[in-house]
């Protein structure tokens, strides 16, 4: 039964997709929702109940359903239906225990709006990752590209909706575009070090040499979003959530997420050094990859997040804001050394 101000489930709908994930003739099932995060574009909810079987057994169950509005990110128009898209394509046989997306129980699309009802992803996230966790998320990713890019399976050639393997570059592009960013670290009025200041237009000076250089890297299957919020680890195995920006792309970019997107600050050096490491190692169980004599993470990382961090400074509304912006460019600086 849905109670005050709940998320609506229809109950038999409800009911058949219990049946198939409990494995049992169910007849009846009460619900509760909880937000997990959301917004005006999505509504992501931790559902949670009780399931009645027809022989009288209770079974408790939980499940997350995520509905996601149409919206459009720039240079992907498509992306706000990937995962529906993803989902209900065969990509689900290609992961392994030790690497995959949460199962998927359910899937309705309309016009405008789809939603998933997929399984409740449980173990340690976020700022709660250690070191050796993220080691552990890069020698798996590793793994999971180098066996998808060696065996070339069918299921790769089926897949429609992926973004483009330029889109790092293009959105690169796109924000040095933008006059807020790109003349504030050429202006007398940014804060920042000039050493920094000097880290970014040098990537800038030398964008085409380094797009070349990455052009010779291998192209893979990204998950393009892959970072702490989207890693769970349990018992030695990788769960990652929100696959909408996963797409062709070259090997390395999602390392340089892992190392550097909202990484904890303190620990982004022995990231650099442990991670890239290991997603190598895992990656060369499938491939060798012993030509590759530049990999280079440390540009794509100035590519991806440099501006970002430029804009998240420049706005900031604390010094403290200004202050974990400034100190994480810093440390991408000492990575060069």
Same mark, same amino acid.
């Given at each position: ?25 169910? $007849? ?12 005006? &574009? ?5 559902? $949670?109940?009780? +399931? ?45 225990? !030790?690497?995959?997306?949460?199962? *998927? ?31 552990? +998320? ?20 089926? &897949? ?53 250089? $990455? ?6 299957? *990204? ?22 920006? !996963? ?11 892992? $190392? +550097? ?28 990859? !012993? ?32 202050? &974990? ?13």
């Amino acid at each position: 039964m849905k109670k005050s101000g709940e998320m609506q489930i229809k109950h038999e709908i409800l009911i058949n997709v219990l049946g198939d994930m409990l494995s049992a003739r169910v $007849i009846h099932a009460d619900y509760k929702t909880t937000q997990l995060h959301g917004g005006t &574009l999505g509504d992501v909810r931790l559902v $949670i109940g009780v +399931a009645e079987a027809d022989d009288g057994k209770k079974i408790p169950y939980q499940f997350v359903l995520k509905k996601q509005k149409k919206w459009e990110r720039y240079g992907d128009t498509d992306s706000w239906r990937r995962e529906y898209d993803l989902y209900t394509s065969d990509l689900g046989k290609l992961f392994g225990d !030790s690497l995959r997306w949460p199962t *998927c129980y359910y899937s309705e699309m309309d016009e405008d709006e789809f939603q998933i009802w997929i399984e409740y992803i449980e173990g340690t996230t976020g700022l709660d990752l250690t070191v050796d966790m993220y080691e552990l +998320a890069a020698r798996e990713l590793g793994r999971y590209q180098g066996r998808l890019y060696s065996e070339q399976p069918t299921v790769l050639k089926t &897949l429609t909706n992926l973004s483009n393997v330029d889109f790092m570059k293009d959105d690169y592009l796109h924000y040095r575009s933008w006059n807020e960013v790109y003349d504030y670290i050429r202006s007398d009025d940014c804060g920042l070090p000039k050493h920094l200041r000097d880290m970014l237009i040098d990537i800038d000076e030398n964008s085409d040499k380094i797009f070349n250089k $990455i052009a010779k890297l291998p192209i893979v299957l *990204c998950h393009r979003d892959f970072w702490l919020a989207n890693i769970f680890v349990k018992d030695d195995n990788i769960r990652l959530i929100d696959w909408d920006t !996963s797409g062709w792309g070259y090997m390395g970019e999602d390392i340089a997420s892992l $190392i +550097a997107d909202e990484s904890e600050v303190d620990h982004m050096i022995e990231y650099y050094n442990r991670c890239i490491q290991a997603y190598y190692i895992g990656f060369s169980e499938y491939v060798d990859v !012993s030509h590759i004599s530049d990999n280079c993470i440390y540009e794509m990382i100035l590519i991806k997040f440099g501006y970002r961090l430029v804009e998240n400074y420049k706005f900031s509304e604390t010094q403290d804001e200004r202050k &974990l912006f400034m100190d994480t460019l810093q440390k991408i600086y000492v990575m060069k050394a």
